[in-house]
Nanobody, 124 residues
Framework: QVQLVESGGGWVQAGGALRLTCTDSRRTSGTYSMGWFRQAPGKEREFVAA????????SYGDSVKGRFTISRENAENTVYLQMNSLKPDDTSTYYC?????????????????WGQGTQVTVSV
């Protein structure tokens, strides 16, 4: 069973960068599509990015296009989210998710496994 662990969150000033890492500690997610979501207090979970299993096809939420990049290393069962030009509105808890499908998805309910989340805080 997939067990996802996120890391790399923290505090950064606006305009800065962070890289989030999601690792499947049981090394079973290499054939799953992966996604990143975020959720701020009082708000719905928001799609950030997804990457397919084969060919690494990616998709992004409108609010992060051009600033965030999702990538994966299947051999290491690891997914990354490089976040550049961060804004205060990016402040949120970021979650990694795995889906039993070769294709990524933008709806949170399409994912089967979730990590515990990592906090990202962007100050002005």
């Amino acid at each position: 069973q997939v067990q996802l662990v996120e890391s790399g969150g923290g505090w950064v000033q606006a305009g800065g960068a962070l890289r989030l890492t999601c690792t499947d500690s049981r090394r079973t997610s290499g054939t799953y599509s992966m996604g990143w979501f975020r959720q701020a207090p009082g708000k719905e979970r928001e799609f950030v990015a997804a990457i397919s299993t084969k060919n690494g096809v990616t998709s992004y939420g409108d609010s992060v296009k051009g600033r965030f990049t999702i990538s994966r290393e299947n051999a290491e069962n690891t997914v990354y989210l490089q976040m550049n030009s961060l804004k205060p509105d990016d402040t949120s808890t970021y979650y990694c998710a795995a889906r039993r499908s070769v294709l990524g998805a933008i709806r949170p309910e399409a994912y089967d496994y979730w990590g515990q989340g990592t906090q990202v805080t962007v100050s002005v």
